[in-house]
C-alpha cells in the first residue's frame, strides 16, 4: 500500500498537531551525542511541546534518556529506512503533546532499548529510578523464541497486567503503534492488514476506554485505509468535495459567538471536522450527507456553570433539537469523557451538532489518562516519586478505571493464550458502561446489555453457581433479565450444594468474568450439563418441567376436614375451595343448593360477589375438632430436587398431601399447589415456615382460587 494510503491525515491536514521531520532527527541523529550543557537538536520537538504543557519540568532526565537510546540503537535502521531512533522520538512527541509527564516521555524514548539493544532493566533501574523501569519493562514485548504464536497475546497480557498498576504503560505502547502505523505503508499488505486488524480489536478500544480520543481517532482512519480501501478512497474524495464547497458550519459558528458576546459569555468557538471513519458512518447511517455533517462546533468555557449557561443561550436563541441533547457533564462516561452534547438549526435550516465543555474537559477528552499525570504523584510535571507499596507487594494505580480491574480479575481464570485473546477482543467490543446498585450501597460496572447472570458472578464470584433468581428494584426477575443503569440488582443464592448453572446461562452471559466461569463449571461437570440440555432457556438453574399438570394425592384423607358448627336446623357445613379456611380464620357461610352450607373466609373475594347480589350470610363457627384442611400455593424458581424438597417440609409437619399440582414454568417461575390435611390447624404457620426455608422457594401463600356463582 502506498505511503499516502496509510497516511489518511496528508490531503487534508489538521490544525494544532505539528509533525515531527523524521529525515531531519535521523540526519541530526546521525551526528551522535552533544555536550552535556545543551539539549540534542533532536529532542527540541519534544522539549518545546512538553514545555508548553508543563513550563517548569526539568529537561536533564529527558536529555540523559536520549543520549542513551541514541546510542543503543545507533546502527539500526527501521524498514522505512530512518534512522531507529526516529521511532522512539517520533513517540515522546506524540505523548508529549498530549501532556504526558516528564517520567512517561523518559519511558517512552526508551521503551525499546531493552528488547531491541543491549540495554537491560537493571541498567535503566539504576540511571532512571524504579519507576521508568516499570513502564520500559511494562512495554516490553515477550520473546517469539520462548512463547512461540502464544508471543503476542501474552505480551498483551503482560502489558494489561503492568497498566493496572500504572495506566502510563497502555499510554506508550498506544503512541508506540500509531506511529508504526503511520509507517505501515512499507510493510507487505498480508502483514498490514494482520497489524490493522489488531488494532482494531484491541488498541482502538482501549484507547477508547482510556479516553484518548486523538490517538484513537487518527488509529480508526489508518486503519479503515488498511482494511477498507476502497470505501476509504470514496470518503476521502466526499470529504475533498465538501472542503470545496462553502460550510454552513463556519457562518453558525459565527452566529453561535454573537450569541455568546451578547450574553457576556467567554468561550471560543470552534469548527471540529469529523475524522474519515465518523463521516463514513454518519454516510452510512443517513444515506446523503448534509454540509453541516462534515464537521461539529466545538465551544470551550472556563468554568462548568458557563456550560450550562452556554446550553440555556443556543437552546433560547436557536431552534434546538431536543432528542440530541445529553448531559455527560452530570454523569461522564465511564472512559472520563465530559461535555455537553446538543444540536440546533441555523438561519439557513442546517442542523448543527454542539459539543460545550470546558478547558479542562477538553483536554481530558482528547488526552484521557494522559491528561492525569503520574498516578502516584500530585504535580505531574514532576519527576516521579516512588509509590507507596501496599503490604502484599504489589502496586495499585489510583486511577485504575472499574473495567480494567474486572480485566485483570477474569485474565487470571484465563490460563489459556487463545482463549484469553478471543475473550479479550470480545470484551473490548462492549463499548459502554452501566452502573447498577447492589442492596448493601455498593454498586457494579457492567458492560451495556448485561443481565441478573453477569450481575451475580460480578458481586459472588464462583458462589454464584448457586444462583437461582434475581429481584430487579424489588422485582423478582429472571436470570435473563437484562439490567439498565441504575437499577438495583439482588441476586438470590441457594445453599443447595447440587444446584450449578446451566448451559443456557450463556446465552445470557455478557461479562468473560461470568461466560469463564460457567464454562469452567460445566467442563468439571459434564454429567450436570448433559441433564439439564433439555431444561428452560431460562439463563439459569432449570426446574422440573411436566408437559402436563402433576396431581398425587391421599384419597384416604379426602374426607376429613376441620368441624364447623352452623347456627341452624340440620344445617350440613362444607369448606369453599376457593379460599379453604382453617381455625382459627374469621369465617362466614352461605347456604347454596341443596340447602347445605359452603364457609368461606371473610376476606375471601367470593364472599364480597355474593353479599353484592344479595345473598344472606349465615353465621357459622369452628368447632372442636383440630383437624383440618388447606391450599397453599408455593411459588418458586426452578431447580432439581426442589418437588422432593417441598415433599419432605410438608411430611415434616405430620401434613397428608390429598392433591398436589405443578404447573409448567413460567417465565422460569415453576408454580405448586398443594391441598393438604393437617392434623392440628395450629401448626399452619409454622408449616408455611418450613416451605418457604426451602431454597428456590421466595412465596408461600394460602389459595385464592376464583369460583363461579353459586
Known amino acids: 500500500m502506498s505511503a499516502e494510503a496509510t497516511n489518511p491525515g496528508a490531503p487534508i491536514r489538521r490544525r494544532g498537531r505539528p509533525r515531527i521531520d523524521l529525515r531531519r532527527l535521523g540526519r541530526v541523529a546521525l551526528l551522535g551525542p552533544v555536550s552535556r550543557d545543551r539539549l540534542p537538536d533532536a529532542i527540541g520537538h519534544v522539549a518545546e511541546a512538553h514545555r508548553a504543557h508543563h513550563p517548569d519540568a526539568d529537561l536533564s532526565v529527558l536529555r540523559r534518556a536520549y543520549v542513551l537510546a541514541e546510542s543503543s540503537h545507533r546502527g539500526q535502521m527501521r524498514k522505512s529506512g530512518e534512522p531507529y531512533i526516529t521511532h522512539p522520538l517520533a513517540v515522546t512527541l506524540i505523548l508529549a503533546e498530549l501532556g504526558a509527564e516528564t517520567t512517561t516521555l523518559t519511558a517512552s524514548l526508551l521503551h525499546d532499548t531493552v528488547e531491541d539493544t543491549e540495554v537491560t532493566l537493571e541498567q535503566v533501574r539504576e540511571q532512571f529510578g524504579e519507576e521508568v523501569c516499570y513502564l520500559v519493562d511494562g512495554v516490553t514485548k515477550l520473546e517469539k523464541v520462548d512463547y512461540g504464536a502464544a508471543a503476542e497475546p501474552e505480551t498483551f497480557r503482560k502489558m494489561l497486567v503492568a497498566t493496572g498498576d500504572d495506566v502510563r504503560v497502555m499510554s506508550i505502547k498506544l503512541a508506540d503503534r500509531l506511529h508504526n502505523m503511520r509507517t505501515l505503508g512499507v510493510m507487505r499488505p498480508e502483514k498490514q492488514a494482520r497489524i490493522a486488524k489488531v488494532t482494531r480489536d484491541v488498541l482502538i478500544p482501549l484507547a477508547e476506554r482510556l479516553g484518548v480520543q486523538a490517538l484513537k481517532t487518527e488509529l480508526e482512519d489508518l486503519v479503515f485505509a488498511i482494511l ?218 457492567l458492560p451495556a446489555g448485561a443481565s441478573c447472570v453477569d450481575a451475580a458472578y460480578a458481586q459472588y464470584g464462583d458462589a454464584a453457581h448457586s444462583c437461582i433468581g434475581a429481584r430487579v428494584n424489588g422485582r423478582l426477575a429472571t436470570l435473563s433479565t437484562v439490567l439498565v443503569d441504575g437499577d ?107 340447602g347445605a352450607v359452603t364457609v368461606h373466609r371473610l376476606e375471601c373475594p367470593a364472599v364480597a360477589r355474593m353479599e353484592a347480589v344479595g345473598r344472606v350470610p349465615v353465621v357459622v363457627s369452628w368447632g372442636d375438632a383440630a383437624e383440618c384442611r388447606v391450599t397453599l400455593v408455593a411459588e418458586s424458581f426452578g431447580r432439581p430436587r426442589l418437588l422432593a424438597d417441598l415433599t419432605e417440609a410438608i411430611a415434616g409437619a405430620d401434613a397428608a398431601v390429598i392433591s398436589a399440582t405443578v404447573e409448567p414454568p413460567s417465565e422460569q417461575r415453576v408454580r405448586h399447589t398443594y391441598t393438604l390435611q393437617l392434623p392440628d390447624a395450629a401448626g399452619l404457620p409454622a408449616l408455611m415456615r418450613a416451605m418457604r426455608d426451602v431454597p428456590g422457594v421466595y412465596d408461600v401463600s394460602r389459595a385464592q382460587h376464583p369460583v363461579a356463582a353459586l
Request: negative net charge; proline residues 9%.
Open 488 to 594: 438495583t440488582v439482588q441476586p438470590l443464592l441457594t445453599e443447595d450444594a447440587t444446584s450449578g448453572p446451566s448451559p443456557d446461562w450463556l446465552d445470557h452471559a455478557r461479562t468473560p468474568a461470568a461466560r469463564i466461569a460457567i464454562t469452567g463449571w460445566l467442563d468439571a461437570h459434564p454429567q450436570h450439563a448433559e441433564t439439564t440440555a433439555g431444561g428452560p432457556s431460562a439463563g439459569r438453574v432449570p426446574g422440573p418441567q411436566p408437559a402436563q399438570p402433576a396431581r398425587t394425592g391421599s384419597p384416604g384423607a379426602a374426607g376429613r376436614a376441620a368441624s364447623v358448627v352452623v347456627e341452624g336446623p340440620d344445617a350440613t357445613a362444607r369448606l369453599a375451595g376457593c379460599c379453604t379456611p382453617v381455625p382459627p380464620d374469621d369465617v362466614t357461610g352461605f347456604t347454596v343448593r341443596g
Open 228 to 445: 477498507h480501501p476502497e470505501e476509504y478512497t470514496h470518503t476521502r474524495s466526499v470529504i475533498s468535495a465538501a472542503t470545496a464547497a462553502s460550510d454552513p458550519l463556519t457562518a453558525i459558528a459565527g452566529n453561535v459567538a454573537s450569541v455568546l458576546r451578547e450574553a457576556d459569555i467567554a468561550a471560543e468557538v470552534l469548527v471540529r471536522p469529523r475524522h474519515y471513519l465518523s463521516v463514513h458512518r454518519v454516510r452510512i447511517k443517513r444515506g446523503e450527507l448534509r454540509g453541516s455533517d462534515f464537521g461539529r462546533l466545538l465551544v470551550l468555557v472556563g468554568e462548568d456553570a458557563d456550560c450550562y449557561a452556554v446550553l440555556g443561550e443556543l437552546h433560547t436563541c436557536f431552534t434546538p433539537v431536543i432528542s440530541e441533547f445529553k448531559d455527560f457533564i452530570a454523569a461522564p462516561k465511564f472512559n472520563l469523557y465530559q461535555s455537553l452534547h446538543t444540536a440546533v438549526v441555523g438561519p439557513e435550516g442546517e442542523v448543527a451538532e454542539v459539543l460545550i465543555r470546558t478547558h479542562r474537559m477538553h483536554k481530558v477528552a482528547e488526552a484521557g489518562v494522559i491528561a492525569l499525570g503520574n498516578p502516584y504523584t500530585a504535580d505531574s510535571g514532576a519527576p516521579a516519586a516512588e509509590p507507596t507499596e501496599p503490604a502484599d507487594g504489589e502496586r495499585a494505580d489510583p486511577t485504575r478505571p472499574g473495567w480494567l480491574s474486572r480485566l485483570l480479575q477474569w485474565q487470571q481464570s484465563a490460563p489459556d493464550p487463545d482463549t484469553f485473546w478471543t475473550t479479550l477482543r470480545a470484551d473490548l467490543a462492549q463499548d459502554r458502561e452501566i452502573t447498577v446498585f447492589r442492596t448493601d450501597g455498593g454498586t457494579l460496572g
